[in-house]
């Protein structure tokens, strides 16, 4: 066990000799489910709620006089730390969006839940325990994997394509998935809310204005975890599409360095947009590729293209749950030249995006969030 584990292990244990207390915890690290969570919660508990906020996390959550926000980085922050320690052994609920190691030296009282929100509605990559570098892991990072799986007394799905998934990953059985809908998707059943970002944002973002929206999302590779090459050619994509639409680009939370823009008169970098969901509003046509953003950006209905250019490398190191060529509602390209022609032609998939919304979406119905705090503290 690292230093790490071992203090976190040492704090929580002298921890939990505090009582209890009428107390919920969030651990954020993409933050728009808690968000949701957070904003349901207010309405019909009145006990106190922490946000343990990690480095990676770009939502800004309000803090008022039932909200404490804490940051939660023991390097740069390592009072706040390990008050954030305290809270945890002292919480009746707890909430996490991600996989946090220390969890497999956070042992829970019998009477504590612990709920998984994630951060994805659906899964087009391998994770978890299917994820094929497992297997080259020391037996004792295995086991850490199997701890901080077992920790969660809930897991939040929003069809019953990702409870199979998150039982296969997490190593759980069905009485643990809870079949709520995910909290974010609220979003994009409100109409009205949904508008007026739309017009706030084109306020804020002034290139926007007048023009059509490409976004590209493209998760993260192992190997580019400090700096991302896009591999897309900008210049050529400039050159063609500059009169007609803004190229904006989002990389994964992973990836520690911007990106470099060469062309602001049409790219935009919104890598530290805090709202992800907001962004979809703007955007008229996706590009992604292994991502988890179709699967919530399908239910606006709106055009998709997965730009999968390292396809044969990333099948060896990472894995898909179905056949990726089938299982997508766009077209699949791997060169600049096929995505700029499928823009011009728009020729894209549009016909089956609505039953991969409905598929994936299968329990998000704009109430999820008030769903999910009916169950667990009613």
């Known amino acids: 066990m690292s230093a790490y584990l071992i203090f976190f292990q040492i704090g929580f244990s002298l921890f939990k000799l505090f009582p209890l207390r009428k107390k919920t915890v969030f651990v954020a690290s993409f933050g728009d489910n808690i968000l949701y969570v957070e904003k349901a919660l207010k309405k019909r508990y009145n006990g106190e709620i922490v946000i343990l906020k990690d ?29 954030g320690i305290y809270h945890l052994a ?10 946090f190691g220390f969890l497999a030296s956070a042992t829970f009282r019998d009477s504590v839940t612990c709920v998984q929100l994630w951060h994805a509605a659906g899964a087009v990559k391998k994770f978890g325990l299917k994820d094929p570098t497992v297997e080259f892991r020391l037996p004792k990072a295995r086991e850490r994997f199997l701890s901080v799986y077992q920790t969660f007394d809930q897991v939040v799905v929003g069809s019953e394509k990702m409870a199979t998934i998150f039982k296969e990953s997490f190593g759980i059985d069905d009485q643990k998935i809870m079949r709520t809908g995910i909290p974010r998707t609220d979003f994009f059943f ?5 508008s007026r970002i739309k017009k706030d944002i084109e306020h804020r973002f002034p290139l926007i204005s007048g023009k059509k929206v490409i976004l590209y999302a493209p998760t993260f590779r192992d ?6 090459k896009i591999r897309l050619n900008l210049e050529k994509l ?17 990836v520690q360095e911007s990106f470099d823009n060469p062309y602001p008169d049409f790219i935009m970098d919104v890598t530290s947009y805090p709202d992800v969901n907001e962004l979809l509003v703007i955007t008229d046509i996706l590009i992604t590729d292994y991502s988890s953003i179709p699967y919530e950006f399908a239910l606006l209905n709106r055009p998709m293209i997965f730009y999968a250019y390292d396809f044969k490398e990333y099948t060896k190191m990472r894995g898909f749950w179905e056949d990726y060529f089938d299982s997508l509602p766009g077209p699949i390209l791997t060169s600049t030249d096929d ?25 998000s119905n704009g109430n999820s969030s008030e769903k999910l705090i009916e169950q667990l503290y009613d």
């Open 55 to 83: 480095p990676s996390c770009r939502i800004n959550f309000k803090e008022d006089e039932y909200v404490k926000v804490l940051p939660f980085d023991i390097r740069k922050h390592p009072f706040t730390y390990i008050l």
């Open 90 to 99: 002292t919480s009746r609920h707890v909430f996490v969006d991600n996989y």
């Open 190 to 194: 409100e109409n009205e809310k949904m």
């Open 223 to 228: 190997n580019e975890l400090k700096k991302q």
């Open 238 to 254: 400039r050159t063609h599409l500059k009169d007609d639409y803004v190229f904006l680009i989002r990389l994964h939370p992973a």
């Open 339 to 363: 995505v700029l022609k499928t823009i011009q032609n728009r020729s894209f998939r549009l016909d089956e995006i609505h039953e991969f919304a409905s598929t994936w979406n299968q329990y």
